[in-house]
């Protein structure tokens, strides 16, 4: 237990450069389970009471993260990146492999949207500055890494509406192919309340020129949740806001063919598909 107390203060002082462990007595990991596709999480269950154990362990070349039931038992959670083209992950332990585990063949649909704005499709010289400083500033945020005594991750869905596009839809804009649907669209009234679907922390605002503007929200521990296109935001940074707590309203701000939500959830900077979380 000393360890641990002296691992999480290293961890607040030097805002958590590894991973961290969970320590969650008596309490279950309220993790996704069994989502082992490109998209997804794998929810590991290992016996093992090694304080050491996320030095020792490799889920193949994925980012993990461990949750603890107590101290004999551990969940490894790693999520799973779209890209992932392989049909197994191996795990080892002290480089010896311990066990393999197989990924499931999922299908993800073509989706193929005309735009008739050519600056949306192919923004401007003028415009690549922006979209660069946007992009890093997303990157930072989806890769937030702060300590929080996470309780759950069942999430309740953000809006009210109907789901336009699924997380992993294949895309293509005029014709052209474009990056994998990273994000679930919820297509529903300009207006319609937006509430965040679990307790976090609002770590980024902006107005950017794809996802016009734009809320993140860290909910901890690795999770990062964020909202686009919105009319406007009612939050401001660093507000805490708990599940159910408005955020913002449904709008058609930035690339956009119509109002919707544009949900995305990342785990350890990976987007995996939000429906997983969805109670
Ligand atoms: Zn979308």
């Given amino acids: ?82 890209t992932y083209s392989k049909n197994k992950i191996e795990v080892t332990l002290n480089d010896e492999l311990i066990d393999t585990l197989s990924i499931e063949d999922k299908f993800y649909r073509e989706s193929r949207i005309l735009i008739q704005n050519k600056d949306l499709v192919n923004p401007p010289s003028s415009m690549q500055e922006r979209i660069e400083r946007e992009y890093l500033q997303g990157l930072t945020a989806k890769n937030t890494l702060s300590s929080s005594d996470l309780k759950q991750t069942k999430m309740d869905i953000p809006v009210t509406g109907i789901t336009s596009s699924e997380f992993g839809v294949r895309r293509f804009i005029n014709g052209e192919p474009r990056n994998r649907h990273i994000g679930l669209d919820i297509a529903a009234n300009e207006g319609e309340p937006i509430r965040a679907p679990l307790d976090g922390k609002v770590i980024l605002i902006g107005n950017f020129f794809y996802k016009g503007n734009v809320v993140y929200l860290d909910h901890g521990n690795g999770l990062v949740s964020s909202y686009s296109h919105m009319s406007e935001e009612t939050v401001v940074m660093n507000q805490s806001l708990i599940a159910g707590e408005v955020l913002g309203y449904v709008g058609s701000t930035g690339r956009v063919t119509g109002p919707h939500l544009h949900w995305e959830v990342y785990f350890l900077g990976v987007p995996i598909n939000p429906e997983i979380f969805i109670n």
């Fill in 1 to 82: 237990m000393k360890s641990r107390s002296l691992v999480l203060l290293i961890c607040l002082l030097s805002s958590c450069a590894y991973l961290p462990t969970l320590n969650k007595k008596n309490e279950s990991c309220y993790f996704p389970i069994d989502k082992n596709y490109p998209g997804g999480l794998v929810n590991y269950y290992l016996k093992s009471n090694d304080s050491d154990l996320k030095n020792k362990l490799q889920m193949g070349n994925l980012k993990f993260m461990i949750c603890r039931d107590d101290d004999l038992n551990a969940n490894i959670l790693a999520p799973i990146p779209l």
